[in-house]
């Protein structure tokens, strides 16, 4: 046997696929990384869909786009194809890019690709760049190969206050309302320490553990009074939280609210912000008997949408929550808008928006080797 015949009997190396802490790096659609293309796909209904327009950063010959570039914009938008056909664990293996004219910088460019074909393990795709008047700049043909992970990204559950909704005025001024009315004054940063605990929890900590059942449940009732009151029409959702929301939706992942809030509070947030028809289910604070940090209402989620914990991702805001999480054996994405990173870096991901963070993010979270956690 020849020295090639040995070397050919090796076995191949291994590429290690990992998810850091730092999300929305991809240089096609990551939005944190300074340069690169931050594409921003949706689903039409056909097609994943992004519109670009190149800046002189971009060009080849001057004035042109650069056609690794054009690659480039293809290669992601199949790549998006692939993950809205509800395909999270997949490689390109190959790519075949044409090129019909140039691209010059400044023009708008429309860049769409879909799913032609699905046989099992081999996923085919097709692509284009076109002018907005419709002209194709380039099409492309790709092959997307399936890669066993084991666990994968199937369900996402979410918390409501502190992550899709800004919610946290309307329950300080709801609190310190109706503290003061007993003789207790609720300052804003007690209330950010207590953000995202159960009212029972909350109550008891401000006027002592000697209360009655009754007294607390009164309080509670007429604090989620008031936050209704104040609230009603007037929350606000935190950026890129309904758009990474509908953007599960589309790719078929089965979706989770899994809060410590009253129904009647999740019911005018969700209709408010018109997403009370994207959650294939709903537990609320009363539907456990233990709250945030213990596990018990994201177990109950993964349980009811039939999907095991290890295949779920969970996004909080909140320290409880992420600990919550964690016991859960879930992962878990955790976005800094009302607790600050450092009491977050249990979770596996952190952020500052969601506007960075992507189904493919998401996804990638269980392609995460051990030293990147």
């Known amino acids: 046997m020849n020295g090639q015949d040995k070397d050919s009997t ?3 190396p291994r590429v290690p696929i990992s998810t850091d802490k730092s999300a929305g790096l991809c240089i096609g659609c990551g939005q944190n990384n300074p340069i690169g293309l931050k ?25 042109i786009v650069h056609g690794g570039i054009i690659t480039t914009m293809l290669d992601e938008a199949m790549g998006h194809a692939t993950l809205f056909g ?30 032609i074909r699905n046989e099992g393990r081999s996923i085919e795709v097709e692509g ?20 066993e992970t084991g666990n994968k990204l199937e369900a996402v559950l979410w918390d409501m206050d502190g992550v899709i909704a800004d919610t946290a ?12 009315k007993r003789g207790f004054n609720y300052s804003e940063e007690v209330f ?30 007429e604090k989620e009074a008031v936050f209704r009151q104040k609230a009603a029409a007037n929350v606000k959702p935190f950026p890129g939280a309904i758009e990474l929301l509908k953007s599960l939706g589309e790719c078929g992942v089965k979706i989770a609210l899994a809060s410590s809030a009253p129904i009647e509070n999740i019911q005018l947030v969700t209709r408010d912000l018109g997403i009370d028809n994207c959650f294939n289910v709903i537990v609320w604070g009363r539907e456990v008997t233990e709250g945030k940090p213990s596990p018990q209402g994201f177990l109950l989620a993964a349980q009811r949408l039939g999907v095991e914990p290890k295949n779920c991702v969970v996004i909080e805001d909140a320290v409880a929550g992420v600990t919550a999480a964690t016991r859960a054996g879930m992962k878990c994405v955790a976005v ?17 928006s969601l506007e960075t963070v992507n189904v493919a993010d998401l996804a990638g979270l269980f392609n995460s080797s051990p030293e990147s956690k």
């Open 10 to 12: 090796k076995e191949r």
């Open 128 to 147: 284009a760049v076109s002018l907005s008047d419709g002209t194709l700049v380039a099409e492309g043909k790709a092959t997307q190969v399936i890669i």
């Open 39 to 63: 594409l921003s796909f949706k689903w039409d209904g056909k097609a994943a869909r992004a519109e670009f327009t190149p800046t002189k950063f971009y060009q080849g010959w001057p004035d």
């Open 336 to 352: 800094t808008n009302t607790h600050p990173r450092k009491g977050l870096m249990e979770a596996d991901l952190v952020v500052d």
């Open 192 to 221: 950010k320490r207590n953000f995202g605990k159960r009212n029972d929890t909350i109550i008891r900590s401000v006027i002592g553990d000697g209360a009655s059942s009754a007294e607390v449940d009164a309080i509670a009732v």
């Open 86 to 115: 509800g395909f999270f664990d997949f490689l390109t293996a190959s790519v075949q890019v044409n090129f019909k004219r140039p691209a010059l910088i400044g023009e708008p460019l429309i860049i769409t690709a879909s799913v």
């Open 169 to 180: 005025p309307y329950h300080l001024k709801a609190w310190q309302e109706v503290f003061p």
